[in-house]
């Protein structure tokens, strides 16, 4: 199956709160839980496509306002349910014939055969402003954890990193920051100088700050190429 990747911020339902990949609760209204199911979900809080930094600063918040209302839960997954995947989203289908939950939608799923297949939908996406797209092997039991099965379909990669340090700028950024110093996950450290602004560079993300950057494949020695700042994470 293939579906859209939505940029929005990942949240796991857990059948009584919301929590952030990085398992921070999320503050949502008490009008929002409230019609969610008693069993768990996972997927995105989205608005619409080129939104993300309004979608952070909505989900975030440690009190919740009014701005929720332009929030939708888009689902992508019902851990712990039975069966593939289809037969896994069919129990939220049934959820959702017996109670009106406008807010809360299942991502749309198409069979997807070949290669031909995801670069029509991949056309798709793009023509629609989206940013990639999301394979998986709908035979498979849940699985939690990343797997071969689920395999993110993008033009440009993204990941995130750590800010451990800073390189100061030369030239037309002297008194400036000329680039971030990161870490990865696996603990592969780069400098990352492409993509800030001015005012980035007066003011960079702090150390301990968890970033997101574009890049283009990576090295043989497994470093990103032509790695560029896109944003601070704060989930």
């Given at each position: 199956?293939?579906?859209?990747?939505?940029?929005?911020?990942?949240?796991?339902?857990?059948?009584?709160?919301?929590?952030?990949?990085?398992?921070?609760?999320?503050?949502?209204?008490?009008?929002?839980?409230?019609?969610?199911?008693?069993?768990?979900?996972?997927?995105?809080?989205?608005?619409?496509?080129?939104?993300?930094?309004?979608?952070?600063?909505?989900?975030?918040?440690?009190?919740?306002?009014?701005?929720?209302?332009?929030?939708?839960?888009?689902?992508?997954?019902?851990?712990?349910?039975?069966?593939?995947?289809?037969?896994?989203?069919?129990?939220?289908?049934?959820?959702?014939?017996?109670?009106?939950?406008?807010?809360?939608?299942?991502?749309?799923?198409?069979?997807?055969?070949?290669?031909?297949?995801?670069?029509?939908?991949?056309?798709?996406?793009?023509?629609?402003?989206?940013?990639?797209?999301?394979?998986?092997?709908?035979s498979k039991e849940y699985f939690d954890?990343?797997?071969?099965?689920?395999?993110?379909?993008?033009?440009?990669?993204?990941?995130?990193?750590?800010?451990?340090?800073?390189?100061?700028?030369?030239?037309?950024?002297?008194?400036?920051?000329?680039?971030?110093?990161?870490?990865?996950?696996?603990?592969?450290?780069?400098?990352?100088?492409?993509?800030?602004?001015?005012?980035?560079?007066?003011?960079?993300?702090?150390?301990?700050?968890?970033?997101?950057?574009?890049?283009?494949?990576?090295?043989?020695?497994?470093?990103?190429?032509?790695?560029?700042?896109?944003?601070?994470?704060?989930?």
């Amino acid at each position: 199956m293939i579906s859209e990747k939505l940029d929005g911020i990942r949240a796991y339902w857990d059948g009584e709160q919301l929590f952030t990949r990085q398992q921070k609760k999320i503050n949502a209204p008490q009008w929002f839980v409230a019609k969610l199911p008693p069993f768990a979900l996972d997927g995105e809080l989205w608005s619409r496509r080129g939104d993300f930094e309004n979608i952070q600063s909505i989900v975030l918040r440690d009190t919740p306002d009014a701005r929720w209302k332009q929030i939708k839960y888009m689902i992508f997954e019902v851990p712990k349910a039975r069966g593939d995947f289809l037969k896994r989203l069919q129990k939220l289908e049934a959820y959702l014939k017996k109670n009106r939950v406008e807010y809360l939608r299942i991502i749309e799923q198409k069979i997807c055969q070949n290669a031909l297949d995801v670069e029509q939908f991949m056309d798709e996406v793009k023509k629609a402003g989206g940013e990639g797209a999301m394979l998986k092997d709908a035979s498979k039991e849940y699985f939690d954890g990343r797997t071969a099965s689920l395999l993110k379909v993008k033009e440009v990669d993204d990941a995130e990193a750590v800010v451990i340090g800073y390189k100061e700028g030369r030239g037309k950024y002297a008194g400036m920051i000329g680039s971030l110093q990161v870490r990865l996950e696996n603990g592969e450290e780069f400098f990352i100088g492409s993509g800030l602004s001015d005012v980035q560079r007066k003011n960079p993300p702090k150390i301990g700050d968890v970033i997101t950057f574009k890049h283009y494949g990576v090295t043989k020695y497994g470093k990103p190429k032509f790695a560029s700042f896109m944003r601070i994470r704060e989930d």
